[in-house]
Protein backbone atom coordinates (compact mmCIF):
# COMPACT_ATOMS: atom_id res chain seq x y z
CA UNK A 1 0.00 0.00 0.00
CA UNK A 2 1.65 3.48 -1.10
CA UNK A 3 0.97 6.57 -0.23
CA UNK A 4 0.37 5.68 3.95
CA UNK A 5 1.98 8.55 5.41
CA UNK A 6 0.58 11.74 4.83
CA UNK A 7 2.71 14.10 3.03
CA UNK A 8 3.15 16.66 5.69
CA UNK A 9 4.38 14.59 7.79
CA UNK A 10 7.17 13.59 5.80
CA UNK A 11 7.73 17.13 4.77
CA UNK A 12 8.56 17.51 9.00
CA UNK A 13 11.72 16.86 10.33
CA UNK A 14 12.02 14.74 13.84
CA UNK A 15 12.95 17.48 16.63
CA UNK A 16 16.66 17.34 16.78
CA UNK A 17 16.23 18.60 20.79
CA UNK A 18 14.31 15.86 21.31
CA UNK A 19 16.30 13.93 19.38
CA UNK A 20 19.55 14.61 21.13
CA UNK A 21 17.71 13.74 24.36
CA UNK A 22 16.83 10.65 23.23
CA UNK A 23 20.50 9.92 22.66
CA UNK A 24 21.87 11.25 25.84
CA UNK A 25 19.42 8.57 27.70
CA UNK A 26 20.62 5.84 24.85
CA UNK A 27 24.49 6.75 25.71
CA UNK A 28 23.42 6.51 29.83
CA UNK A 29 21.73 3.36 29.15
CA UNK A 30 25.09 2.18 28.12
CA UNK A 31 27.45 3.20 30.44
CA UNK A 32 28.92 6.52 29.43
CA UNK A 33 28.68 9.54 31.96
CA UNK A 34 27.51 12.25 29.29
CA UNK A 35 27.05 15.50 31.05
CA UNK A 36 24.07 17.55 29.07
CA UNK A 37 24.03 21.03 28.68
CA UNK A 38 21.66 20.72 25.41
CA UNK A 39 18.48 20.55 26.96
CA UNK A 40 15.97 23.20 27.93
CA UNK A 41 14.11 21.26 30.91
CA UNK A 42 14.75 23.57 33.91
CA UNK A 43 17.14 22.84 36.41
CA UNK A 44 14.70 22.99 39.29
CA UNK A 45 11.48 21.02 41.03
CA UNK A 46 8.38 22.78 41.01
CA UNK A 47 7.82 25.09 43.82
CA UNK A 48 6.34 23.22 46.57
CA UNK A 49 2.80 25.35 47.27
CA UNK A 50 2.25 24.59 43.38
CA UNK A 51 3.04 20.58 43.40
CA UNK A 52 0.32 21.04 47.12
CA UNK A 53 -2.17 22.63 45.62
CA UNK A 54 -2.53 20.08 42.83
CA UNK A 55 -2.03 17.01 44.73
CA UNK A 56 -4.59 18.17 47.26
CA UNK A 57 -6.84 18.66 44.14
CA UNK A 58 -5.99 15.10 42.61
CA UNK A 59 -6.67 13.28 46.67
CA UNK A 60 -10.08 15.45 46.59
CA UNK A 61 -11.67 14.16 43.65
CA UNK A 62 -10.97 17.03 40.89
CA UNK A 63 -9.95 14.48 38.44
CA UNK A 64 -12.93 15.38 35.77
CA UNK A 65 -13.13 17.63 32.73
CA UNK A 66 -13.43 21.09 32.86
CA UNK A 67 -14.34 23.48 30.38
CA UNK A 68 -13.01 23.52 27.78
CA UNK A 69 -11.34 27.26 27.81
CA UNK A 70 -10.18 26.11 30.99
CA UNK A 71 -10.78 26.41 34.68
CA UNK A 72 -12.60 30.24 35.36
CA UNK A 73 -10.47 30.57 38.32
CA UNK A 74 -7.05 30.19 36.18
CA UNK A 75 -8.79 31.96 33.30
CA UNK A 76 -9.10 34.79 35.73
CA UNK A 77 -5.69 34.64 37.19
CA UNK A 78 -3.94 34.71 33.60
CA UNK A 79 -5.95 37.40 32.84
CA UNK A 80 -5.08 39.78 35.85
CA UNK A 81 -1.31 38.71 35.23
CA UNK A 82 -1.66 39.38 31.54
CA UNK A 83 -2.82 42.83 32.98
CA UNK A 84 -0.45 43.58 36.00
CA UNK A 85 2.72 42.46 34.15
CA UNK A 86 2.19 42.66 30.55
CA UNK A 87 -0.22 45.62 30.12
CA UNK A 88 -2.30 43.36 28.02
CA UNK A 89 -6.12 43.44 28.40
CA UNK A 90 -7.69 39.96 27.76
CA UNK A 91 -11.21 38.66 28.81
CA UNK A 92 -11.31 35.70 30.84
CA UNK A 93 -14.71 34.62 28.81
CA UNK A 94 -13.95 35.05 25.57
CA UNK A 95 -9.58 36.18 24.93
CA UNK A 96 -8.28 33.40 27.12
CA UNK A 97 -7.68 29.56 26.25
CA UNK A 98 -5.76 27.07 28.68
CA UNK A 99 -4.19 24.62 26.72
CA UNK A 100 -1.98 21.50 27.86
CA UNK A 101 1.53 23.34 26.75
CA UNK A 102 1.83 26.47 25.32
CA UNK A 103 3.18 24.56 22.30
CA UNK A 104 -0.24 23.31 21.66
CA UNK A 105 -1.26 26.79 22.28
CA UNK A 106 0.89 27.72 19.58
CA UNK A 107 0.41 24.93 17.24
CA UNK A 108 -3.05 25.52 17.44
CA UNK A 109 -2.85 29.38 16.75
CA UNK A 110 -1.49 28.34 13.76
CA UNK A 111 -4.11 25.78 12.91
CA UNK A 112 -6.66 28.05 13.50
CA UNK A 113 -5.57 30.95 11.51
CA UNK A 114 -3.54 29.58 8.14
CA UNK A 115 -4.94 27.84 5.30
CA UNK A 116 -3.21 25.60 2.89
CA UNK A 117 -0.48 28.15 1.06
CA UNK A 118 -0.81 30.68 3.45
CA UNK A 119 3.16 31.87 4.56
CA UNK A 120 4.64 32.25 7.77
CA UNK A 121 7.42 34.64 8.32
CA UNK A 122 10.09 33.47 11.19
CA UNK A 123 12.74 35.22 12.09
CA UNK A 124 15.51 32.67 12.72
CA UNK A 125 17.78 31.07 15.04
CA UNK A 126 14.83 30.13 16.35
CA UNK A 127 12.86 27.03 17.88
CA UNK A 128 12.50 24.41 15.31
CA UNK A 129 8.64 23.14 16.15
CA UNK A 130 7.90 26.61 14.81
CA UNK A 131 8.08 26.26 10.97
CA UNK A 132 7.62 22.61 11.51
CA UNK A 133 4.23 23.35 12.97
CA UNK A 134 3.55 25.67 10.14
CA UNK A 135 3.99 22.82 8.03
CA UNK A 136 1.98 20.28 9.69
CA UNK A 137 -1.26 23.34 9.33
CA UNK A 138 -0.14 23.34 5.61
CA UNK A 139 1.13 26.51 5.32
CA UNK A 140 4.87 27.78 4.35
CA UNK A 141 7.50 28.81 6.70
CA UNK A 142 9.55 31.25 5.65
CA UNK A 143 12.92 31.79 7.41
CA UNK A 144 13.63 35.55 7.93
CA UNK A 145 17.89 35.54 8.31
CA UNK A 146 18.98 37.48 11.43
CA UNK A 147 22.83 37.85 11.62
CA UNK A 148 24.96 37.64 14.25
CA UNK A 149 26.88 40.46 13.33
CA UNK A 150 24.11 42.79 14.13
CA UNK A 151 23.18 40.92 17.56
CA UNK A 152 20.95 39.03 15.34
CA UNK A 153 18.74 42.35 15.53
CA UNK A 154 15.24 42.13 13.87
CA UNK A 155 14.90 44.94 10.77
CA UNK A 156 11.82 46.48 8.51
CA UNK A 157 14.80 45.33 5.76
CA UNK A 158 15.15 41.93 6.80
CA UNK A 159 11.28 41.78 6.86
CA UNK A 160 10.53 43.35 3.78
CA UNK A 161 12.80 41.11 1.43
CA UNK A 162 10.97 37.98 2.58
CA UNK A 163 6.51 39.22 2.84
CA UNK A 164 4.72 38.52 -0.02
CA UNK A 165 1.25 38.54 -1.04
CA UNK A 166 0.54 35.15 0.83
CA UNK A 167 1.89 36.25 4.25
CA UNK A 168 -0.59 35.84 6.65
CA UNK A 169 1.22 35.29 10.31
CA UNK A 170 4.41 36.62 11.76
CA UNK A 171 5.67 34.57 14.87
CA UNK A 172 8.03 36.52 17.70
CA UNK A 173 9.97 34.56 20.37
CA UNK A 174 10.84 36.73 23.40
CA UNK A 175 13.17 36.62 24.82
CA UNK A 176 14.42 34.34 22.22
CA UNK A 177 15.39 30.60 22.41
CA UNK A 178 18.33 29.98 21.14
CA UNK A 179 19.97 33.36 21.30
CA UNK A 180 18.89 35.04 24.62
CA UNK A 181 17.79 37.96 23.10
CA UNK A 182 15.65 40.30 24.26
CA UNK A 183 13.06 42.02 21.95
CA UNK A 184 13.48 46.10 22.11
CA UNK A 185 11.30 49.06 21.94
CA UNK A 186 12.50 49.86 18.61
CA UNK A 187 12.14 46.64 17.31
CA UNK A 188 8.55 46.10 18.67
CA UNK A 189 7.66 49.49 17.41
CA UNK A 190 9.29 48.67 13.84
CA UNK A 191 7.65 44.64 13.91
CA UNK A 192 3.96 46.71 14.74
CA UNK A 193 4.23 49.10 12.10
CA UNK A 194 5.17 45.88 9.14
CA UNK A 195 2.66 44.16 10.26
CA UNK A 196 -0.26 46.87 10.27
CA UNK A 197 1.31 47.49 6.91
CA UNK A 198 0.97 44.13 5.55
CA UNK A 199 -2.16 42.97 7.63
CA UNK A 200 -0.42 40.39 9.45
CA UNK A 201 -1.20 38.49 12.58
CA UNK A 202 1.97 38.23 14.93
CA UNK A 203 1.79 34.93 17.51
CA UNK A 204 4.32 35.58 20.06
CA UNK A 205 6.02 33.31 22.08
CA UNK A 206 6.55 34.18 25.56
CA UNK A 207 7.33 31.46 27.59
CA UNK A 208 10.96 32.75 28.75
CA UNK A 209 9.36 35.83 29.57
CA UNK A 210 10.23 35.16 33.77
CA UNK A 211 13.63 34.25 33.04
CA UNK A 212 15.16 37.84 32.50
CA UNK A 213 18.69 39.01 33.52
CA UNK A 214 18.86 42.24 31.47
CA UNK A 215 16.34 44.76 30.01
CA UNK A 216 12.88 44.27 29.74
CA UNK A 217 10.13 42.36 28.91
CA UNK A 218 7.93 43.66 25.88
CA UNK A 219 4.59 41.62 24.77
CA UNK A 220 3.30 42.88 21.32
CA UNK A 221 -0.11 42.67 21.91
CA UNK A 222 0.66 45.91 24.05
CA UNK A 223 2.62 47.77 21.53
CA UNK A 224 -0.16 50.59 20.35
CA UNK A 225 -2.52 49.32 17.67
CA UNK A 226 -1.41 45.53 18.08
CA UNK A 227 -3.57 43.86 20.43
CA UNK A 228 -6.65 43.20 17.68
CA UNK A 229 -3.23 41.45 15.41
CA UNK A 230 -1.51 39.70 18.20
CA UNK A 231 -2.14 36.25 20.11
CA UNK A 232 0.24 35.80 23.02
CA UNK A 233 1.27 32.38 24.27
CA UNK A 234 3.08 31.50 27.29
CA UNK A 235 2.68 28.67 29.81
CA UNK A 236 4.25 27.76 32.78
CA UNK A 237 7.13 25.14 32.08
CA UNK A 238 10.20 27.28 31.86
CA UNK A 239 9.64 30.08 34.79
CA UNK A 240 7.80 28.17 37.18
CA UNK A 241 9.83 24.56 36.45
CA UNK A 242 6.74 22.66 35.39
CA UNK A 243 7.83 21.15 32.11
CA UNK A 244 5.78 17.77 32.79
CA UNK A 245 3.15 19.11 34.10
CA UNK A 246 2.08 20.28 30.35
CA UNK A 247 0.48 23.58 31.03
CA UNK A 248 -0.16 26.93 29.02
CA UNK A 249 -2.19 29.39 27.56
CA UNK A 250 -2.96 32.08 24.33
CA UNK A 251 -4.81 35.84 24.99
CA UNK A 252 -5.68 37.38 21.89
CA UNK A 253 -9.30 38.40 20.04
CA UNK A 254 -12.23 36.72 20.37
CA UNK A 255 -12.49 35.75 17.07
CA UNK A 256 -9.19 34.12 17.04
CA UNK A 257 -9.15 32.41 20.40
CA UNK A 258 -12.68 31.12 18.96
CA UNK A 259 -11.60 29.74 16.52
CA UNK A 260 -8.35 28.02 18.40
CA UNK A 261 -11.43 26.47 20.89
CA UNK A 262 -12.71 24.44 18.03
CA UNK A 263 -9.30 22.99 17.11
CA UNK A 264 -8.75 22.50 20.77
CA UNK A 265 -12.42 20.96 21.81
CA UNK A 266 -11.60 18.76 18.81
CA UNK A 267 -7.96 17.58 19.75
CA UNK A 268 -7.96 17.08 23.82
CA UNK A 269 -10.75 18.45 25.33
CA UNK A 270 -9.48 20.16 27.81
CA UNK A 271 -6.18 20.80 29.96
CA UNK A 272 -6.01 18.64 33.08
CA UNK A 273 -8.07 19.71 35.73
CA UNK A 274 -5.80 19.18 38.70
CA UNK A 275 -3.03 20.43 36.93
CA UNK A 276 -4.46 23.68 36.42
CA UNK A 277 -5.27 24.06 39.79
CA UNK A 278 -1.31 24.17 39.83
CA UNK A 279 -1.44 27.06 37.74
CA UNK A 280 -3.53 28.98 39.73
CA UNK A 281 -1.20 28.24 42.96
CA UNK A 282 1.73 29.05 40.30
CA UNK A 283 0.30 32.66 39.66
CA UNK A 284 -1.06 34.03 42.44
CA UNK A 285 1.06 32.38 45.08
CA UNK A 286 4.94 33.26 46.31
CA UNK A 287 6.90 34.27 43.58
CA UNK A 288 10.23 33.52 45.43
CA UNK A 289 11.03 30.35 44.01
CA UNK A 290 11.20 32.02 40.57
CA UNK A 291 13.26 35.13 41.92
CA UNK A 292 15.45 32.53 43.41
CA UNK A 293 15.88 30.29 40.53
CA UNK A 294 16.29 33.33 38.35
CA UNK A 295 19.07 35.03 40.38
CA UNK A 296 20.87 31.28 39.63
CA UNK A 297 20.45 31.65 36.49
CA UNK A 298 21.49 34.83 36.09
CA UNK A 299 24.94 33.52 37.90
CA UNK A 300 25.54 30.40 35.53
CA UNK A 301 24.94 32.95 32.55
CA UNK A 302 27.77 34.78 33.92
CA UNK A 303 30.00 31.15 34.44
CA UNK A 304 29.35 30.20 31.24
CA UNK A 305 30.00 33.18 28.76
CA UNK A 306 33.16 33.67 30.78
CA UNK A 307 34.49 30.47 30.12
CA UNK A 308 33.21 30.10 26.64
CA UNK A 309 35.02 33.45 25.94
CA UNK A 310 38.29 32.58 27.46
CA UNK A 311 38.29 30.05 24.18
CA UNK A 312 40.06 31.17 21.38
CA UNK A 313 37.93 31.07 18.37
CA UNK A 314 34.65 31.26 20.57
CA UNK A 315 32.37 34.33 20.99
CA UNK A 316 29.37 34.10 23.46
CA UNK A 317 27.39 37.12 23.52
CA UNK A 318 25.83 37.23 27.49
CA UNK A 319 22.34 36.31 27.25
CA UNK A 320 19.73 39.11 28.15
CA UNK A 321 17.11 35.98 29.08
CA UNK A 322 16.41 31.97 29.08
CA UNK A 323 18.75 29.55 30.33
CA UNK A 324 21.12 29.30 27.14
CA UNK A 325 23.94 30.74 25.41
CA UNK A 326 24.36 30.78 21.89
CA UNK A 327 28.11 30.49 21.08
CA UNK A 328 29.86 31.25 17.84
CA UNK A 329 32.13 28.38 16.82
CA UNK A 330 33.11 28.94 13.71
CA UNK A 331 36.90 30.28 14.68
CA UNK A 332 37.76 27.02 16.18
CA UNK A 333 39.43 24.04 15.06
CA UNK A 334 35.78 22.74 13.98
CA UNK A 335 33.39 25.48 12.45
CA UNK A 336 30.43 23.30 11.52
CA UNK A 337 28.38 23.53 14.38
CA UNK A 338 26.84 20.01 13.44
CA UNK A 339 30.12 18.30 13.45
CA UNK A 340 31.37 20.10 16.31
CA UNK A 341 28.37 18.79 18.88
CA UNK A 342 28.47 15.49 17.33
CA UNK A 343 32.03 15.19 17.93
CA UNK A 344 32.39 16.83 21.82
CA UNK A 345 29.13 13.98 22.31
CA UNK A 346 31.37 11.19 20.86
CA UNK A 347 34.76 12.32 21.71
CA UNK A 348 34.08 14.29 25.19
CA UNK A 349 30.56 12.85 26.44
CA UNK A 350 29.32 16.37 26.51
CA UNK A 351 26.11 17.14 24.92
CA UNK A 352 25.20 20.79 23.03
CA UNK A 353 22.61 21.71 20.39
CA UNK A 354 24.00 22.16 16.88
CA UNK A 355 23.09 25.86 16.11
CA UNK A 356 21.43 24.37 12.92
CA UNK A 357 18.95 22.82 14.69
CA UNK A 358 17.45 26.74 14.76
CA UNK A 359 17.12 27.83 10.91
CA UNK A 360 19.45 30.15 8.85
CA UNK A 361 21.39 32.22 10.67
CA UNK A 362 22.56 28.92 13.48
CA UNK A 363 25.17 27.53 11.50
CA UNK A 364 28.63 27.55 12.88
CA UNK A 365 26.87 28.36 16.40
CA UNK A 366 25.75 25.64 19.39
CA UNK A 367 23.78 25.93 21.80
CA UNK A 368 24.46 25.89 25.74
CA UNK A 369 21.73 25.04 28.18
CA UNK A 370 22.82 26.25 31.91
CA UNK A 371 20.01 24.31 33.76
CA UNK A 372 22.23 21.77 35.11
CA UNK A 373 23.85 22.76 38.68
CA UNK A 374 26.92 24.34 39.06
CA UNK A 375 28.70 20.95 39.68
CA UNK A 376 27.85 19.07 36.42
CA UNK A 377 28.34 22.55 34.26
CA UNK A 378 31.95 23.31 35.71
CA UNK A 379 32.48 19.94 34.50
CA UNK A 380 30.99 20.17 31.21
CA UNK A 381 32.61 23.16 30.29
CA UNK A 382 35.81 22.00 31.58
CA UNK A 383 35.86 19.40 28.80
CA UNK A 384 34.59 21.09 26.32
CA UNK A 385 37.53 23.53 26.93
CA UNK A 386 39.76 20.61 26.24
CA UNK A 387 38.01 19.30 23.79
CA UNK A 388 38.45 22.84 22.00
CA UNK A 389 42.06 23.27 22.83
CA UNK A 390 42.88 19.74 21.49
CA UNK A 391 41.70 20.47 18.35
CA UNK A 392 43.01 23.90 17.59
CA UNK A 393 43.65 24.31 14.13
CA UNK A 394 47.18 22.77 13.03
CA UNK A 395 46.88 20.19 15.87
CA UNK A 396 46.05 16.91 15.48
CA UNK A 397 42.43 15.25 16.57
CA UNK A 398 42.98 12.45 20.00
CA UNK A 399 41.41 9.81 19.64
CA UNK A 400 37.68 9.33 20.87
CA UNK A 401 36.76 8.42 24.33
CA UNK A 402 33.75 6.10 22.86
Known sequence: MSGRVARRCTAVPQSVTVA???RVKELRARGTEVLDIGGGDPGFDTPGHISAAAS????AGFTHYTASRGLP????????????????????????????????????ALMATLDPGDEVLVPTPSWGSYRSMARLAGAVPVCVELSARDAFTVTRSRLEEHVSPRTKVLVLNTPNNPTGRVLGAPEADTIAAFAAEHDLLIITDEIYEKILFSGEHLSMAARPDCADRTVTVNGFSKGYAMPGWRLGYAAGPPDIISAMLA??????????????????????????????????????AGLV????????GVVCPAPAGTFYAFADISGTGIPDGDEFAERLLAEAAVAVTPGSAFGPGGRGHIRVSFTAGPRVLEEALARLAAFVRDRAPGRPAPSTRM
Open 73 to 108: ELRQAISEKLRRDNGVEAAPDTQILVTPSSKHALFT
Open 56 to 59: DALF
Open 20 to 22: LND
Open 263 to 300: VHQHTVACAGSFVQTGGVAALRGPQGPLREAVRAYAAR
Open 305 to 312: TRRLNELV
